[in-house]
Structures are given as C-alpha cells and as structure tokens.
C-alpha cells in the first residue's frame, strides 16, 4: 500500500513565504522559520500604514492650506468655517493643490467667503 507523502505541498508553502520575504536583509529572506516571522509582521505592518497613510495625507493637505492662507491674514480654521458658511464644498486634497499651482484661485476663494474684508490684506 502506497503512503501519502505531502512534500509538494510544503514546498509550495515555502515558495509562498519565501516569495514574500523577497528584499528582506539577513537570514529574513532565506530562512523559513525566520521568514514566516519576518512576513507576518511585515503584513501586520502594511496593514496598520494603509490606514496611517490616509491620516498623513490628511495632516500634509491642512498644513498647506494653513500656510498659504495665512499669508492672507486668516487661518485655517478661520477658513474653513468660511467656506462652510458659504456653502462651498472643496475636498482639502483640492484645496492643497490649489493653494500650491493656483494661487489666484485661492485668493478668489478667500474674498468670496470672508464676509469682513477690512480684516484681510490681499
């Protein structure tokens, strides 16, 4: 009677993980013990940056638009409220950009939603 011997399906195991640890430095990359560390934390990882990058975009985008509207007596907050009230809806991934390629845009933006204009100096 013939046995079932499951080598195959370990090396394709291995192949998978190793697969991943591709680029790792040291024995990470070569080593499947090590590898199967190296490939879960490296996972659990990407996972917790997917969700940290949209954040970090988020604080890169208000810090923009803080800047360049501070150069027109406001400030963020200031601004935005404005805009709120005026009913304007503008992503602030839109905004940045504007802020940094357009900036005429920006100062249209400002005149149109500040409803005290003796305050801004434009």
């Known amino acids: 009677m013939t046995r ?3 080598g195959v399906n370990a090396k394709e ?16 990359k070569n080593c499947f013990r090590i590898a199967i560390q190296k490939v879960e934390k490296a996972l659990q990882y990407s996972y917790r ?7 970090n ?4 985008w208000i810090m923009r638009i ?10 963020y907050s200031q601004f935005i409220n404005n805009l709120k009230n005026t009913n304007k809806d503008i992503n602030r991934k839109s905004l940045s950009e504007i802020a940094i390629y357009h900036p005429e ?11 005290n204009k003796n305050n801004i100096t434009i």
Request: aromatic share 6%.
């Open 13 to 28: 195991k291995h192949k998978k993980i190793l697969k991943l640890a591709k680029g790792f430095r040291g024995r990470s």
């Open 4 to 6: 079932i011997k499951r």
């Open 57 to 60: 975009f988020r604080r890169i």
């Open 105 to 115: 845009v920006l100062i249209s933006l400002i005149k149109e939603t500040v409803s």
């Open 49 to 55: 940056d997917r969700k940290n990058r949209k954040r």
């Open 66 to 75: 803080n800047a360049a509207v501070r150069s027109y007596g406001l400030n």
